[in-house]
Nanobody, 127 residues
Framework: QVQLVESGGGLVQAGGSLRVSCEPS????????MGWFRQGPGKEREFVAS????????HIANSVKGRFTISRDVAKNTVFLQMDSLKPEDTAVYYC????????????????????WGLGTQVTVSS
C-alpha cells in the first residue's frame, strides 16, 4: 500500500509561481509512474501532468503546457509540479497519483490507470 502526501500549495497572485511536491509513505516509489490531477471549483477532476518512473518521459496537458513542468528526484523520493505564469483558472485542489508499472518509460494520463492517490493540496490564484 502506498500513501501519498502532497505539499506546497497556497495562495499566489496571477503570474506567480508555485511548486507542489508529492512524497510517498513507502521508502521508494522507483517503479511507480506518477501523475498530477486537479479539480477546480464546480469542475470534474482533470489530468495535469505525468512522468514515467524512469523520469525520461513526461506528458503535460495542453491547458498548462509551457507553464507547468513535472519532475522527479529519485534521491529525495519526491515528485514535483512546478507551476509558472499561474492564472486564476488554475485554482484547484491538486492531487498526486501513483501507478505501479513494469514499464520504465511509460506515463499514464487517465484517472482510471492510477491506483494510489493523495488527499490533495489547495492552490489558489488571485487575479
Amino acid at each position: 500500500q502506498v500513501q501519498l502526501v502532497e505539499s506546497g500549495g497556497g495562495l499566489v497572485q496571477a503570474g506567480g509561481s508555485l511548486r507542489v511536491s508529492c512524497e510517498p509513505s513507502r521508502r521508494t516509489f522507483s517503479r511507480y509512474a506518477m501523475g498530477w490531477f486537479r479539480q477546480g471549483p464546480g469542475k470534474e477532476r482533470e489530468f495535469v501532468a505525468s512522468i514515467s518512473w524512469s523520469g525520461e518521459n513526461t506528458h503535460i496537458a495542453n491547458s498548462v503546457k509551457g507553464r507547468f513542468t513535472i519532475s522527479r528526484d529519485v534521491a529525495k523520493n519526491t515528485v514535483f509540479l512546478q507551476m509558472d505564469s499561474l492564472k486564476p483558472e488554475d485554482t484547484a485542489v491538486y492531487y498526486c497519483a501513483a501507478k505501479l508499472t513494469p514499464y520504465s518509460s511509460r506515463y499514464y494520463s487517465t484517472e482510471d490507470e492510477y491506483g494510489y492517490w493523495g488527499l490533495g493540496t489547495q492552490v489558489t490564484v488571485s487575479s
